[in-house]
């Protein structure tokens, strides 16, 4: 299936400064990436997506960028807020399984005054 | 539309129990999703359906798991008999075009302790 790696597990930034989360994932067909944020004790909720066909897309203070020839793609939070505390969740589908997702295994941001 | 509506909230029951979990997808989306999320094996997808058809479950641990899509508003998610490493967040979600084409909406999840 689908491998779906996630770096760091946690990081820690000001406010005010970037912030930017890893992931890798091992199905070379895969060609939708979601990134999900998930605040303490609330549902997972996509905040950002790209697909194969595009290298970088942008909504406002995030961005996601897609590497497909290594396999990784990356979230930027710039001009981190409060509010970004919470877990991202990066997601591949596995081609071979129906295009099911996969998750990474989370990343804990955040965001100190 | 209210969103994906799952119940209960919160579960609390002893090991050997039925527990069972429910669902109510967004009208019109076709795909209905069963995640169980754990702070050691993070958000695990458990089963889907397409159009009430199971498609893949084979995220469910055992055969002690179970689940349902009678129609297209209504999904169960069964556990019997449970046992203590069954507690975790249990999230249902819906999509109109699968999880690999569109965005899934979650659940608020229901929260499972099996004492």
């Known amino acids: 299936g689908e491998n779906v790696e996630q770096h760091p597990s946690t990081l820690s930034v000001q406010e005010g400064d970037s912030a930017v989360i890893k992931c890798t994932y091992s199905?070379?067909?895969?060609?939708?990436f979601p990134w999900y944020k998930q605040e303490l004790g609330k549902r997972p909720q996509l905040i950002i997506d790209?697909?194969?066909?595009?290298g970088e897309k942008k909504d406002q203070r995030i961005a996601v960028t897609l590497n497909k020839t290594a396999k990784h793609f990356s979230l930027h939070i710039t001009e981190t807020q409060p509010e970004d505390s919470a877990v991202y969740f990066c997601?591949?589908?596995?081609?071979?399984?129906?295009?099911?997702?996969?998750f990474g295994t989370g990343t804990q941001l955040k965001v100190e005054l | 539309d209210a969103g994906v509506i799952q119940s209960p909230r919160h579960e609390v029951t002893e090991m050997g129990q039925e527990v069972t979990l429910r669902c109510k997808p967004i009208?019109?989306?076709?795909?209905l999703f069963w995640y169980r999320q754990t702070m050691m094996r993070g958000l695990e997808l458990l089963i889907y359906?397409?159009?009430?058809?199971?498609?893949?479950d084979s995220g469910m641990p055992e055969d002690r798991f179970s689940a349902k899509m009678p129609n297209a508003s209504f999904s169960t998610l069964k556990i019997q008999p449970s046992e203590p490493r069954d507690s975790a967040v249990y999230f249902c979600?819906?999509?109109?075009?699968?999880?690999?084409?569109?965005?899934?909406?979650f659940g608020e999840g229901s929260r499972l302790t099996v004492l």
């Open positions: 359906f397409n159009n009430n058809v199971p498609i893949d």
């Open positions: 009208s019109g989306h076709n795909s």
């Open positions: 790209i697909r194969s066909n595009v």
């Open positions: 199905d070379s067909a895969s060609n939708y």
């Open positions: 979600a819906s999509s109109s075009g699968g999880s690999n084409t569109g965005e899934l909406f």
């Open positions: 997601a591949a589908p596995f081609t071979g399984g129906g295009n099911k997702l996969t």
